[in-house]
Each structure stands twice: as C-alpha cells, then as structure tokens.
C-alpha cells in the first residue's frame, strides 16, 4: 500500500483510534506529511491576544520543554501578601464546622447599616458624645437612613427627623454633620455603590454602570425594522417567580398577576418618550410594524414596575380549574355549575369560573340540554331557601333521591338545586333578602364610616380580590373598619347561610331529628366569631407571602385586643349591608352543594357524633370553601385592632391543620405552619398554644357544637371564642 | 521635545523592567495623559504585550528620541498598517505605521472632536466644575477638543475638591475626552473593519450586548475608559492585588490609593477605618452560599446570582480587575457562582471562583474562571477547572468554557486538558493483546471535556497521526515523560466524593 497515495479521511469522533507509542512505529514519520489533514481547531482565543508577545513565548516554551519554564510564564502585576494589622482587624478564631455549611437564605439579612464610619466620623461622633448619648453604631445607622432616605436631594432636615427616632437634638447634630459631608463626597451617595442603569437609556454606553436588569427593554420602532432586516437574537426575559416552595399553587396559577415593587417602579419605569404612542399606532403603521404587532392595540403590554409571573409552559394546566386529566388541580369549587349573574339578572346555565390575566373572572360557558329551561329558573326561588328553612326541611326527603340524571322538570331542577344537589354560582347581589333593622341601621353606619373617608377601597383591588379565590395569595396588606365591618355582614349571611345547610346536612346524614332550628336572634355575635374564622382564611395567602417578624409581633397582641375588638363589636352592634358593587362570590347555596358532594369524608368523620356537631362540623367546611372569596375583600390598616385580630387569629388558624385536609386550603395552611410558626414571637406562641390547649382539652364535636349554643349565651370571654374558632378551622 | 508635546496615541520606546530584572525598552502607545501636582503621568500599553502591564510611568521612562506621532492621515480608511496585536487603544486614529513616525507634527485632533459630539457622558472634563458627576445630560460640543493635549491637566489625584466632584477622576483625566461615541458607529468611523462585529448595530443605534454569557464577544463597547485600569490598588484579607484591568467600582472610588475589601462578604470601603468598622458588623466567615465540597482545607461554595445578589456583585466587581473580557453589563441573576476557599482559623478565604450560566445554549461550563493573583501558579486554577468538569460529569453532560478565552485561560485550559486526556491514555489497558484504542466520543464522555477541544488538545499535543489508512494516537517519549512529571507536581486534586451536587434543571424551574 502506498503510503502517500490518498488523502487522508475526515476524523470520526465515533471511531476507535488506537493508541500507539511512538517507539514502537519507528516509520510514523514517514506519514508526517498527511499528519496534518486534520484542520487546527481555533484556540478560543481572540486573534490580537492570541499574537501577544508573552503568551507566545510561553506556548513555545511549553512546546520546547513540555512544560512551564519559570521564566517562560506570562508576567503579571505583583501582589503582596503581608498585610502586617490582618490578624488584628480579622476577628480571630474561626472553627471549621464539621457539616458542610448550609447557609438560611433570610440568615444574610441580618439589619446592619451598610454605612461604615471612617475616621472622621470617628472624631466626630468622639466629640458629639461627650454632649449626647450617641455610639458608633447609632451613628451608623442615622447615616444610613438619611442617605437611604435621600435621593438626588439629600433629605431635609424635617425629613430627617421623621426618618430618624433619635431624639431632635442629636438628629441636628448629626444631620449638619452629614449634609456638609455629603456635599463634599464626591460620589452621589456617601454609601458607595455601583452605578445604576438611567431609566432613559442614556447609561447604555456608561462603564460605570454595571449590573443592568436583563429587562425587555422597550424598543423603538427603529429597531424593530432593524430587527427585520438584520435577525437579531432575541433573548426572552425569564420574569422571575416566587419559588415554588414558598408559593401555593393558587398563588401561581395567574398568569399575569403584576407583583409591585417600590424599587422596580422606580428603576424601571421607561419614558414614553422612545414608544411610539398608542394613537399612531392605530392610525398608521406600516405593514411591516403590523405583522410586528399582530395584536395592535389589544397586544399585551408590559407594564413597567411589574414583574410578572412566567407562565408554566411545562404544566400548563395547572389551574384548580382544569380537571386533573390535564394536568390541573380539578378544585370542586371551579367545576361547571349552574351559574346565575347578578346585571342582568338571569341564570346563564352551567359555567365554570377561572381567572384571567390581571386577576379578571371569566366564566366559561357549556351548553346543556336544560338551558332554555334554566334561563327561566326563578331567581327569587333560588335564593328563598336561606329564609325558609321549614320549607328546606320539607324538601329534605327528596333530596336523598338520585340525582344523577338530568331531569327536564324544572320544579326538579330547582327541587336539586335548592337541595344542594347541584351547585349554583351566583355573585351576590348589594340588595339584601335578609334585610332586618339592624342591617338598615348599620348601612346607614357603613356609609358614615364611608364617608368620613378613611381610605376606601380603590374599585380595582375591591373587584380583583372578589374575585380572587384562586389568587388567594394576592396580597391584601391593609384592613380598615369599614371593610372589616363588610366581612362582618357578609359572613353573618353566611352564617345564616350554614344554619340553613346544617339542616339540610342533618337531613342529608339521615338524622331523624328533625329539629327545626330556629334562626339565632343573637346573629351578630356568632357572625363576629364565625367572621374570624373567614378572615383568617382570607389571610392564609397572605400570611404566606408574608408573615414576618412584624406582622408576627402583630399577631401577638392581636391575642390581647381580640377582647378589645368584641366590646368594639357589641358596642356597635351592627351587621352591615354589602356595600360594593361587587360581587359576592359564593352563595351559600353554591356551598352546600359542594359540600354535600365533595365532602364525603367529613361527613364520615362527623357521623358517629351527635347529630347536632355532625351537622356543624360540615358546615364550618362548607364555609370554609365558599366565604374563602368572599373574604379574599381586603381590610386596610385604618383599624389596628382589626387587622391585629385577624393576623393573630391566622396564626392559631395554622397550629391545628393537621387534621385530615378535606378541603384545599387546608393543605395550604398546613404548608406554611413552619414559616408561619418560626416568624412567631415567643409570646405569641405561648398564647396561641394556650388557645390550642383549651382546644385539645375539648372534644371536637363538642366544641364545634358550643357554636351555635353560644348564640345563646350571652358573654364569653374572647379567648375562649378564639378556641371555638380554632377547633372550627381544624376540621377543614 | 518637551513633554508637553507627548499626547494620546504617540508610540515610543518605554523602559520596562522585565521578570529576569533587566531593563527593556519595548515600544508602547501613550493611552492617556495625566497631570498631578505638575508632574505628567503617562498611561502606557506595550505593544504586543498584555494591556494587564499597562501602567502610568513619569517621562524619563520615555524614550522621547523614538517618538512617533499619530497622523492625520490615519482618519482614512485604512485597513492595513493594524499590527497584530490588539490595537493600543479602541480609538487610535493611527494605523502607527513606521513611515509615520516623526514627519508629522502633532495635530490638533479632530477627530477625537467628533467623539466628542456624541458621548456626551464623558464630557465631564476638569474645566466644568459645576457638571454633577452623575448627570448623563447633554453637554454642548465645545471648544476643549482642539486643545486638549495642552488642558488635559486635571485637578491633582487625591485631592478631593469642595466643588468640583467631578473634575478629580484624574485617571481618567484627559482620556476622558478621547472617549470614543457610541460602540456601533466608533468602529465604523475608526474604521479598523477588522474588528467590525456583525452583532454590533450597523446602523448606528447603539445596542445593548448580548443578554447570555458572561464575556464580552466583542470589543467595540471598549472606550478609553474601560481600556485603562481605574483601581490602583486592593486590600483583601491579607493580600493587596494590583488591578490587571478596569473595573465598575464606584468612581468616587477610584481615586483612593487602595480600595479595601471585607475578604468574606467582598463589600469595599474607602479607608481602613470603614473596614475596621464593617468587620464590627459582618459575620461572614465564608462565602454566603452552601459548602458543597469540602476536602481537607479546601472548599466550594455555590452562590444563586438571584439570590445572592450583593455577595456575587462585589464578587464581579472584583474579579473584573483581572479578567479583560468579562463584562458586567448585565445583572447577575443567571449565573451561579463557585466559590474555591482555603480554609485557615479565621475562615474560608476565598482563592478562586469561577461563575457558570444556569442555562447554556452553547455548552458553556464555566463563565468566568479566575484565580486570584496572590493565588495564581500554585495548581489551584487546575483545581477550579477540574472542579467545573467534575459538576458537569454530575450533570451528564459536556462542556466548555465561554469564549474568548485569556492567556492565561487558554494555557491553563490546555494544560488541563493535556493532562486528562493524557491520563486517560496512558491508563488504558489493551485488552487480550489488542492495541488499545479509544474514541474521541469516549474520551469526551469520560471526562465531560467537550469534543472540539478533545480534538484541539489531541493536535496541540500532536497526537494525531495518519498511518496506513486510518488515524492513530500517539504517544512520544516526550510526551509521557513531561506528562509523568507534571503530574508529580500536581497535588491538589478535585475528591468527587467529597462533592454533594445535586444539579437542578434551570428551564424546568422557569426562572433563574
């Protein structure tokens, strides 16, 4: 074979080479000449660099000698390492862990003024305390503020006075001292920190500015051309999520819920200046800018300062509406029920809710066979069954009949659901069936409150959170009278609402006992109690977000001004009119149907018991599911003691969720038991543990039953109430 | 000559002293000028060598016989006359050809004029006490640039100035002006068509770079600025480090003779007296990340970029005074830092790092890798390479460092690569009297080193050959005996069982 007569083949990645030692082919270099045909691979390097001088020499070096040579290495500036003061500026003494470290990530943030004091701070804080009481710390964190609290313009010193706890005198001391010195920083900041992008771009180029935010920046029309004629790489801004542990799958599930953050609004809010404005858009754009903008003006936009949710490519259907065959949740609650609107009023047949971008209820229809007849359903009908318990009562025994099949009478429909058999979705409507004296009195207080204007509910947070029972983790921060006396009302109806399901429940669970309850004429007062237990569910997704150390704190003396809040509540003796426009969601008609259907397991539970805890213990499920929205209402912080109440209230909630998760805010509570628990101050445990004891000393069909006996007693202390309600949550 | 007459893009013979401690006079470009207390300054780079050796030398270490002056000429296109080496400066109006030298007479520069126009943030020369330092407005193209070699004095160094807070970045002094406009059209008007990137917006509109990696790929963000060091000097832990490059520190620090760091947390302070005070504060004692390999003193610690975001910042920051190409564009977020620490009884003191991209589209193991100088020659860049490849081998997958690599990058890579690809070679037994053989696949799988630069280390080691019809390793004498040798020397070696990485799929978790 000749040696030299072909050219040699492509290098095959996959294919064996054997491994010779040059020794033992004493004629390779007969073959040196093809030894090449294998092209050189690029080093990686860039060209000038890859030529330079240094880099040269050592490669050839290492060629030549098969590996560095001192002399032969590339030089570098010098570096010292005899840094004579380190070892009495370093604390001294660290002892290796024997586990590899594991680091909290909330461990970092321990609060510590990034400020440092140099020298001449140090002199004159050494000055300032022979006058004043002051120490280098203090200093530190009084700096701190001011320069946190300043932006371009340093604060004033009224600011600054409201900025800092310090008593007045040394707040001036101490703010002359600081102006003077940050006129004379060069910086813009006398805490030194890297350069932050210009919300108008025009840092783009700025080296000193590092660290921009991989922002989808806001593009201008130009470049979209550009765009076109020369493809670019678009990177997809990945908008940051929650991370899954510490968010509920609710929480997750909008797609485009915007998350505010002070910061982000500040750094990231692009002029309109470079955007082309809407009008022009809509008026004359090119083909070009169209195929661009398929969606014109319906596109969606980013909003700057929002930071939105990634969608769940991989689960898209993560939804408690969609069925667990497709991958979602499959809550009972957002089947396709019998739904009825409040403007027109009319029922639309079978519907199923979700939520929609930006927190929107959207109602997917399905078509039945019955839907002629049920756009005729009475709506008066529907709803009498919370006034007429007789007549319920009188339904009862035909509500154990089959219900699977469709019946076409529409007496049978409204018989099925009256008796809960079929779900009913209807938003409440503001005018009230069960208007009594007390309500008109306390609508007319409502409006009052109303009035005097303690910050109302802005419309679009009153709606979305009706809305939001899906989105339970939007955060509803603040509480004010008015919103907490609307929660009142509206669980006092539900409330009623129970009543009217327990009897339904003791028919369900074939009791014998027939007794007719008697609607309690003492409601407010159970409606109080049965309200904390609505609130704290409203509070489970926000507590998860954010239970911190405050709220916790919060939480704690919310044990003590709970009293305060019932003699608050008795004084006013109110149950309010629904107020807003809004919504109710769930009816308690809506409830009782999916109790009775997706609750089995509690009805089980509950069956050895007495007949009357048997009928309690679901209905405080039932509410459980249904006021979960209705609740969802945010209360602003106008009322201290209110939103006190409620925190403290959740924190109970979480103690005793252990017991079997029936309805799906159980798991979530059970969830965050930890956090929740960690973030809690000793004190507040102590109580709460105290509140649990007195649970764990009670039967719980017991103590469920005290419920409604309550409403016959008269004074109880609020601890106690407290207890009941815990006992109540346990069962969801 | 006088040295007033020395100015921006001169070329002249620099005396440099070089590691055998003799006395060199290569020829270097003059980057900027700088004026402190009346005795000029000159920022240096030698031509052909690292612009890590860059340094402000006094006119007696000019060799003022040999000057060559930029020419005017040079504003026309012109695409030879580059030298190899990566030019001096971004925006050198001269292709500094040897004919070049000594006829003209140094001409106002009107080109550097036109830079002017456009980069309006740079235009905070000494002359505008009132021009706040932050302020990015527009200012109004003025009359300085024809001037300038004869104002380019600037307020003397530390010296702060009551009034003037933007006038004293002297390091920056005159060069500031030369700044070059906006990337895009810089390069155009330079016309150094070799550097042109088509990435670069040809239209003019500066561009944001790319938004993956960690590098910067291509060169045309570089102004004069980012060409010089700006930290003089580091204090870290026990060490001081001399900047290699530029880094986006805060400019009101740049001034400082030395910057001081905490060495745990990396936060820097003015004065020794900050970091006196914030040691009071810090209770770092290591990285802020979890440990997940730790083998006698040596340790990793993996830091979230998102989630880290102070701690993996000063750590850019710092690491950017070594590393040229390194970009810190873009915020941290996608990134993973892995942090290397000696541990000592005061703590876990950080010796190297090297960052990795959550998501690579590109194969990219490692981002950015550095040693830190005081560090550097001692087998622990290996160790930090070694390390990257054994949380790929976790991983299952292949992998390469980000392009372009440094110097000294690409000669420790090799080296690595030598030595693993050598080390698997050597130990392969032939089986029942067969030659052994082995597949480039193979090799590639067994050591998570990406195929390409299988290939490479495999040519570079010459080991390739083509004999009687099909390709063959081998190995020389030389080879196996430099290899043997090397390997003697190289104590400090990645325990994969000391390592407790559980990789996490990053595009599962839709976020970063």
Not at chain 1, 523 to 533: A, D, H, M, P, V
């Amino acid at each position: 074979m000749s040696k030299l007569s072909f050219r040699a083949r492509a290098l095959d990645a996959s294919k064996p080479l054997p491994v010779f030692r040059c020794e033992d082919l004493p004629d390779l270099h007969e073959y040196a000449s093809i030894n090449r045909a294998v092209p050189q691979m690029p080093t990686g390097m860039e060209k000038e660099e890859e030529s330079e001088h240094h880099l040269q020499r050592a490669i050839s070096a290492q060629q030549v000698y098969g590996e560095k040579r001192d002399n032969m290495v590339i030089p570098v500036p010098e570096a010292e390492s005899n840094i004579a003061y380190y070892e009495s500026i370093y604390p001294g003494e660290f002892k290796m862990p024997k586990q590899l470290i594991h680091i909290q990530p909330f461990s970092l943030d321990a609060e510590q003024p990034d400020y440092d004091l140099d020298s001449e701070d140090e002199v004159f804080v050494n000055k300032l305390k022979k006058k004043m009481d002051i120490c280098p710390l203090q200093f530190e964190e009084m700096i701190d503020r001011l320069e946190k609290g300043s932006g371009q313009q340093p604060v004033s010193l009224q600011e600054a006075k409201l900025l800092l706890k310090e008593d007045d005198e040394l707040i001036r001391e101490v703010y002359e001292y600081w102006i003077k010195k940050r006129k004379n920083c060069r910086g813009p900041s006398l805490i030194p920190s890297v350069k932050q992008e210009k919300r108008d771009g025009s840092s783009t180029n700025d080296p000193y500015v590092a660290f921009r935010r991989r922002t989808e920046k806001m593009q201008t029309r130009k470049q979209d051309k550009a765009d076109l004629i020369r493809p670019k790489r678009k990177y997809e801004k990945k908008p940051k999520v929650l991370p899954s542990s510490a968010a509920t799958p609710q929480q997750m599930s909008p797609a485009a819920l915007p998350v505010f953050n002070a910061k982000d609004l500040n750094q990231y809010d692009f002029p309109s200046s470079d955007e082309e404005p809407l009008s022009q858009v809509l008026s004359g754009s090119s083909e070009a800018e169209e195929e661009n903008d398929p969606d014109g003006p319906f596109a969606f936009r980013r909003k700057a300062g929002c930071q939105y949710y990634a969608p769940h490519l991989d689960q898209t259907g993560n939804w408690p509406w969609t069925s667990p065959e497709d991958g979602g949740l499959g809550d009972v609650r957002y089947r396709y029920c019998l739904t009825t609107l409040t403007v027109p009023q009319r029922c639309i047949g079978f519907a199923r809710r979700r939520v929609g971008r930006g927190g929107r209820v959207l109602l997917d229809r399905a078509h039945s066979d019955c839907d002629s007849m049920l756009r005729h359903l009475d709506l008066d009908v529907l709803s009498s069954p919370r006034h007429s318990p007789g007549s319920q009562s009188a339904n009862t025994s035909e509500t154990n009949t089959s219900d699977k099949t469709f019946s076409k009478d529409l007496s049978q429909i409204l018989v099925n659901i009256k008796s809960r058999r079929w779900r009913h979705f209807r938003p409440r409507t503001p005018s009230l069936h069960d208007s009594d004296n007390d309500e008109l009195s306390c609508r007319k207080l409502y409006r009052s409150i109303n009035r005097t204007g303690t910050a109302q509910p802005g419309t679009q947070t009153c709606s979305t959170s009706t809305q939001s029972k899906s989105s339970s983790g939007s955060a509803h921060f603040a509480f004010t009278a008015e919103q907490y006396q609307q929660h009142q009302q509206q669980l006092a109806l539900m409330q009623k609402q129970q009543l009217a399901q327990i009897q339904q429940q003791q028919a369900n669970s074939n009791s014998s006992t027939n007794t007719s309850q008697n609607l309690p004429s003492n409601q407010q007062k159970s409606g109080f109690r049965l309200n904390i237990q609505g609130l704290e569910r409203t509070l489970q997704g926000f507590v998860s977000k954010t239970l911190d150390s405050a709220s916790a704190q919060f939480a704690a003396s919310a044990l003590v001004t709970s009293e305060q809040l019932m003699g608050f509540k008795m004084k006013d003796d109110v149950v309010l009119g629904i107020g807003v426009n809004g919504v109710l969601p769930a009816s308690g008609v809506y409830k009782g149907l999916h109790l009775s259907s997706a609750t089995p397991t509690a009805l089980a539970h509950t069956s050895p018991s007495t007949p009357g805890s048997a009928s309690l213990q679901p209905s405080n499920i039932t509410q459980t599911s249904g006021s979960h929205s209705a609740l969802s209402h945010q209360v602003t912080a106008a009322n201290s003691a209110t939103t006190q109440v409620l925190i403290g209230n959740n924190i109970r909630l979480t103690v005793p969720s252990s017991v079997a998760a029936v309805n799906s805010i159980a798991p979530i509570s059970a969830r965050h038991i930890p956090r929740t628990l960690s973030a809690v101050p000793s004190s507040a445990l102590k109580l709460a543990a105290a509140a649990n004891c007195q649970v764990s000393k009670v039967p719980p069909s017991s103590s469920v039953d005290s419920v409604p006996r309550e409403n016959h007693e008269s004074e109880k202390p609020a601890l106690n109430n407290i207890a009941d309600n815990t006992v109540a949550m346990e069962v969801t | 000559m006088g040295e007033g007459e020395i100015i921006e893009g001169c070329r002249l013979p620099v005396l440099r002293r070089n590691q055998d401690n003799e006395d060199e006079w290569p020829l270097a470009e003059i980057l900027s000028v700088k004026d402190i207390s009346g005795r000029k300054l000159f920022y240096v780079h030698y031509i052909d060598f690292n612009k890590r050796l860059d340094e402000w030398v006094t006119h007696e270490r000019l060799d003022l016989k040999k000057i060559q002056f930029p020419k005017k000429e040079a504003k026309t296109p012109t695409k030879n006359g580059l030298p190899g080496s990566r030019p001096g400066s971004p925006e050198r109006e001269v292709p500094a050809s040897a004919q070049a030298s000594g006829k003209t007479l140094p001409i106002p520069v009107q080109i550097t004029l036109r830079f002017n126009l456009p980069k309006e943030r740079e235009a905070i020369p000494g002359g505008e006490p009132d021009q706040p330092l932050s302020s990015s407005s527009c200012l109004q193209p003025n009359h300085r640039s024809t001037k300038r070699k004869v104002e380019v004095v600037s307020p003397a160094t530390p010296v702060p100035s009551e009034t003037a807070p933007a006038s004293v970045f002297p390091q920056n002094g005159s060069a500031r002006r030369a700044v070059a406009a906006q990337p895009g059209r810089k390069r155009k008007s330079n016309c150094l068509g070799t550097d042109e990137d088509s990435q670069d917006s040809s239209d003019g509109i500066p561009s944001a770079p790319r938004m993956t990696g960690s590098l910067v790929s291509d060169r045309s963000h570089d102004d004069i600025v980012t060409r010089m060091k700006n930290i003089e000097c580091i204090e870290l832990g026990r060490h001081r480090l001399k900047p290699w490059y530029f880094s986006p520190y805060p400019q009101e620090l740049t001034t400082l003779p030395v910057l001081y760091l905490c060495e745990f947390c990396l936060k820097y302070g003015r004065s020794l007296k900050c970091l006196q005070r914030h040691l009071t504060k810090c209770d770092l004692r290591h990285p802020p990340g979890n440990e997940i390999y730790r083998k006698g003193t040596i340790s990793f610690f993996e830091i979230d970029g998102r989630k880290n975001k102070s701690y993996s910042q000063n750590l850019c920051l710092l690491a950017k005074c070594f590393l040229d190409h390194k970009t810190l564009y873009y915020d941290t977020d996608p990134f993973l830092f892995y942090v290397m620490t000696e541990y000592d009884c005061k703590g876990f003191h950080i010796v190297g790092y090297f960052s990795k991209e959550k998501e690579s589209t590109e194969d990219y193991n490692v981002a950015c890798i550095l040693t830190l100088p005081p560090y550097q020659r001692r087998g622990y860049g290996k160790l930090l390479i070694e390390f990257s490849y054994e949380l790929s081998k976790v991983e299952g997958k292949t992998g390469t460092p980000e392009k372009p690599l440094s110097d000294l990058g690409l000669l420790s890579y090799r080296s690595y690569w030598s030595q693993t690809i050598l080390e698997i070679l050597m130990g392969l037994k032939s089986e029942s009297g067969e030659r052994p053989q082995i597949t480039i696949n193979e090799i590639s799988e067994i050591t998570s080193i990406k195929k390409e630069d299988v290939i490479s280390t495999l040519q570079y080691l010459n080991l390739i050959n083509y004999y009687k019809g099909q390709y063959i390793l081998t190995l020389s004498e030389d080879i196996v005996d430099g290899h043997e040798r090397a390997m003697l020397k190289r104590l400090l070696r990645i325990d994969s069982k000391c390592l407790h990485f559980t990789p996490k799929d990053w595009s599962k978790r839709g976020k970063w």
